[in-house]
């Protein structure tokens, strides 16, 4: 398959690179800088992003480039660019101003390939604080901004490339137009990796892979664990047996409303009540991590008790995604934690099962498109996502079936007031929080001490940036009203308005 890979250097704009490449109906992965793979006839391309350090700092990015410079076309961004210059002898500073926000293309090379059809003047978006201040002899301007002389550059003689803005981002008007240039016309990938061309070839890969073998799946009523059921469906049939735990951390009626959604679907799906179990060893667990690992841990040994019932079973299958396994990856040793993916990692070695993970290539909007192709229903396609804890990292504190049944009621008012105001498919995803503390209150003459909730509903692509949604202030004023009104143990709401970053979109 053609691919073009693209090293990361720690950017925030890396993913968003992926992004665009995908967009352009090109596949392509992102590595860690320092764990370059094999360089294969596959790969048609490579590019390398940009990087918070300076080319000057002792401990940059050093990229080797030697399997690929001068053998591949290359497209260094920001960073990228920089450190072509700085390995080839040029001249790269810190700038005297740094140089971020938007800027205009004072000059662009329209004679240049990877400026083709880049319009002059066009708005481009700069995030350095290094800038190149002299070109190595073999290397050409190819675009300039008022203030950046080198904005872009080539080397003669190789298809190689460089920009000092950021044409990922969408503030760069012609970026989209940039990156097709260089994976088209530099590259020569043929732009056919769609939705029906993804079904096709994973449906051929499953059935070579698994044969006859049976394989066991945790659905969780998601878009993710759904169409990589539907795809597995496709290739083994009934070799395919889906199990769906109920951890008693679901939202209100969920159990019975998603098993009743797969039974048109022709899944083999067995439905199982564990919710006791799980109550049980979260009682008295508060630490946010501590509830993670709890509940998957208590997931897995439900889930293996339920496998062992299936005889024979060979493989498990996981709803991974993309953000997950760049997430649970790092471009300098192990990233910090900021919380445990529940589907990446592996299993405990008792369990001895292969992993099969049929969507680990796709970002969540690409898994929708699949879904769609498949024939899924809309109304699960656009589902929100959903945390794997459940309302347990919901509910800030100790978690106990009485706070889920608040919190169950308070989230089923908002999510349905969002649909019936036709707002859902507006907001990425919304949910509430049950707060550690109570507040004063007036009901009728009576004076009450009772509980807070905090709504929570945020527009994103992919969860990897979010921004809190801006619903009407009416709409927010009828919610809440019905929620201290039809709550018992509720008398006050609170909106988030915080962003990601600084802010994760769940609180714990």
């Not at 003689?157 to 460089?162: K, L, Q, R």
């Not at 990446?344 to 690409?366: A, C, H, N, Q, T």
């Not at 509720?490 to 979109?505: E, F, G, L, M, Q």
Request: proline fraction near 4%; aromatic fraction near 8%.
């Amino acid at each position: 398959m053609q691919t073009i890979l693209i090293l990361d250097h720690g950017s925030q704009y890396t993913q968003l690179i992926a992004r665009k490449v995908r967009e352009a109906n090109v596949y392509c992965e992102i590595h860690p800088y320092n764990k370059i793979p094999e360089i294969n006839e596959d790969i048609k391309g490579v590019i390398l992003s940009g990087s918070p350090y300076s080319v000057t700092d002792p401990d940059a990015p050093k990229t080797d480039l030697s399997s690929f410079i001068g053998k591949l076309p290359v497209l260094g961004i920001c960073y990228g660019a920089q450190y072509l210059v700085h390995r080839n002898g040029g001249k790269v500073e810190k700038s005297k101003i740094r140089e971020y926000g938007r800027a205009n293309l004072s000059f662009a090379d329209n004679d240049c390939i990877l400026l083709k059809d880049v319009k002059q003047n066009s708005q481009v978006w700069m995030s350095h604080g290094d800038t190149i201040l002299e070109l190595p002899e073999n290397f050409e301007v190819i675009c300039s901004t008022e203030s950046v002389k080198n904005a872009g550059y080539r080397v003669k003689g190789e298809d190689t490339y460089a920009i000092q803005f950021h044409p990922e981002v969408y503030h760069s008007e012609y970026g989209f137009v940039l990156l097709k240039n260089f994976v088209e016309k530099i590259c020569g990938c043929d732009c056919s990796w769609t939705p029906k061309n993804f079904v096709e070839s994973t449906v051929k890969e499953l059935k070579d892979k698994l044969k006859d073998d049976k394989v066991v799946l945790g659905l969780s009523g998601g878009v993710d664990s759904s169409v990589a059921a539907v795809l597995l469906h496709k290739a083994i049939g009934k070799n395919l047996h889906c199990i769906f735990v109920d951890n008693g951390l679901l939202r209100k009626n969920e159990f019975n409303s998603v098993l009743e959604s797969y039974k048109d679907m022709g899944l083999n799906v067995k439905g199982v009540d564990a919710s006791k179990d799980f109550y049980e060893v979260l009682s008295g667990v508060t630490e946010p991590e501590k509830k993670r690992k709890a509940i998957g841990a208590k997931f897995i040994d439900v889930f293996d008790r339920e496998a062992n019932a299936i005889k024979d079973v060979t493989w498990l299958a996981q709803g991974t995604i993309y953000p997950d396994v760049i997430e649970s990856s790092s471009v300098k040793g192990p990233s910090q934690t900021i919380k445990s993916h529940h589907n990446v990692g592996g299993l405990p070695e008792y369990m001895k099962l292969k992993i099969v993970e049929p969507l680990r290539s796709l970002f969540k909007d690409e898994v929708r498109r699949v879904g769609k192709e498949l024939g899924l229903k809309s109304e699960l396609l656009e589902r929100h996502p959903f945390p794997g804890p459940g309302l347990a990292i919901r509910i800030l504190g100790d978690v106990t079936e009485e706070k889920v049944k608040i919190l169950q009621e308070v989230d089923n008012i908002f999510i349905e007031n969002l649909k019936s105001s036709d707002l859902y498919n507006k907001v990425w995803q919304a949910g509430a929080v049950l707060l550690p503390i109570q507040s004063v209150g007036v009901m009728g003459d009576e004076r009450t001490y009772e509980r807070v909730v905090a709504l929570r509903a945020v527009e994103s692509v992919d969860g990897m940036t979010a921004d809190w949604s801006r619903l009407p202030y009416d709409f927010l004023a009828k919610v809440s009203n019905q929620i201290i009104n039809q709550v018992k143990g509720v008398n006050r709401v609170c909106y988030d308005i915080s962003s990601k970053p600084p802010a994760t979109i769940e609180w714990e």
